[in-house]
């Protein structure tokens, strides 16, 4: 059993950074991808960015493109989410999700939350205007 525990969250003014961490044990990660989730007032938990870990290779949401960067530390077997230029929108609750990769889809990466395999239980994040 994979446990994620998310740290950093805030309240940040518009244009402020904030930088998650989710610590990751119970298993060796290298046929793991990694991921944050969010979900904000009133809507659905949608994608943000994920990491696979055995290579390190990332994908985003374009929402967040250009904005924030998923990194992993092998070391502390953690996931960062650094968010940089945050705007009102970004307000939500930021989940660590971690998903199996099967051999046949190594380079598919899941956006719906009903295909990830663990959570964390989240860290509110809130951008003032």
């Known amino acids: 059993q994979v446990q994620l525990v998310e740290s950093g969250g805030g309240l940040v003014q518009a244009g402020g950074s904030l930088r998650l961490s989710c610590a990751a044990s119970?298993?060796?990660?290298?046929?793991?991808?990694m991921g944050w989730f969010r979900q904000g007032p009133g809507k659905e938990r949608e994608f943000v960015a994920s990491i696979r870990w055995s290579d390190g290779a990332t994908y985003y949401a374009d929402s967040v493109k250009d904005r924030f960067t998923i990194s992993r530390d092998n070391a502390k077997n953690t996931v960062n989410l650094q968010m940089n230029n945050l705007k009102p929108e970004d307000t939500a609750v930021y989940y660590c999700?971690?998903?199996?990769?099967?051999?046949?889809?190594?380079?598919?990466?899941?956006?719906?939350?009903?295909?990830?395999?663990?959570w964390g239980r989240g860290t509110q994040v809130t951008v003032s205007s």
């Open positions: 999700a971690a998903h199996v990769l099967e051999w046949t889809s190594w380079a598919v990466v899941p956006t719906t939350p009903a295909d990830w395999d663990s």
């Open positions: 119970g298993r060796t990660f290298g046929r793991y991808l």
